[in-house]
């Protein structure tokens, strides 16, 4: 997980079932991009909060917040959470759908809308965040996609 502001760019290579999230301040341009790689932070765990959507949404927050963006203009982008087991019989080996619906619910529960999202399918994603236009670029074995 990262935060910065303009002019920065913030990269996350090898999202699979991970799943990224993008936070946006508009006004301000400043911006983080977690990559979180399981839904919920289990207790004990507390150490590595970057790692867990729920956690990794809280503490990018906070740390904007800080950096002077108002809660209220901070919007949400979201890529990743692939299914990359073509035969996932076990539950264990679904992360990604569980990873995209724990950020739909984190970010809702905090009142922030997600204005842009590519999630799902079953190929990896690079992803680089543009701090100075909110642009989140998705690269996959497939081609490039802005968002």
């Known amino acids: ?10 990269r996350s290579a090898g999202l699979g079932s991970c799943v990224g999230i993008v936070l946006y301040e508009p006004f301000i341009n400043i911006g ?8 919920r932070c289990r207790p004990g765990r507390e150490d590595s909060r970057e790692k867990y959507v729920d956690t990794s949404v809280h503490l990018m927050l ?13 919007v949400a982008k979201l890529a990743g959470g692939a299914q990359m087991f073509s035969r996932a019989e076990s539950d264990l080996l679904v992360i990604g759908s569980k990873n995209i619906i724990a950020a739909g619910q984190v970010l809702s529960e905090l009142g922030i809308p997600i204005i842009a999202q590519d999630v799902g399918g079953n190929h990896g994603r690079t ?4 701090c100075s236009d909110g642009a989140l ?5 497939q081609g490039e996609t802005k968002i």
Request: glycine content about 8%; aromatic content about 8%.
């Open 32 to 39: 983080g991009l977690a990559h979180a790689m399981l839904p």
């Open 62 to 74: 906070e740390k904007l917040l800080g950096m002077g963006a108002i809660r209220e203009n901070i």
């Open 137 to 141: 670029w998705i690269r996959t074995l």
């Open 127 to 130: 992803l680089e965040f543009n």
């Open 1 to 10: 997980m990262a935060v910065a502001r303009a002019p920065a760019f913030i």
